[in-house]
């Protein structure tokens, strides 16, 4: 089974900045557009950013401008730097790995939480 594991979530208050981290298997890693996507209590599951092999990169409506998505291929890893945090960022993050057009997979999600 295909294991995204993400860390690097917690509690920050409100202005704050955390940094998402999801590594992959090289084998899924190189051949993926990795992305992050979001869940708060009671929504549905939302795209935060996407970012393709070739680092083309999209946002969410709601984070442009305050999220950065970024991947090193080196290290099958993909990155989500959140700053200017707000409470209605708070949810669970997923990492997701995109393969072709119908294959996808699914970290477990980290919890961020902003409050003061």
């Known amino acids: 089974q295909v294991q995204l594991v993400e860390s690097g979530g917690g509690l920050v208050q409100p202005g704050g900045s955390l940094r998402l981290t999801c590594a992959a298997p090289?084998?899924?890693?190189?051949?993926?557009?990795m992305g992050w996507y979001r869940q708060a209590p009671g929504k549905e599951r939302e795209l935060v950013a996407t970012i393709t092999n070739g680092g083309t990169t999209n946002y969410g409506d709601s984070v442009k401008g305050r999220f950065t998505i970024s991947r090193d291929n080196a290290k099958n890893t993909v990155y989500l730097q959140m700053d200017t945090l707000k409470p209605e960022d708070t949810a669970v993050y997923y990492c997701?790995?995109?393969?072709?057009?119908?294959?996808?997979?699914w970290g477990k999600g980290t919890l961020v939480t902003v409050s003061s």
């Open positions: 997701n790995a995109k393969m072709g057009y119908a294959t996808n997979y």
């Open positions: 090289g084998s899924i890693f190189t051949r993926s557009s």
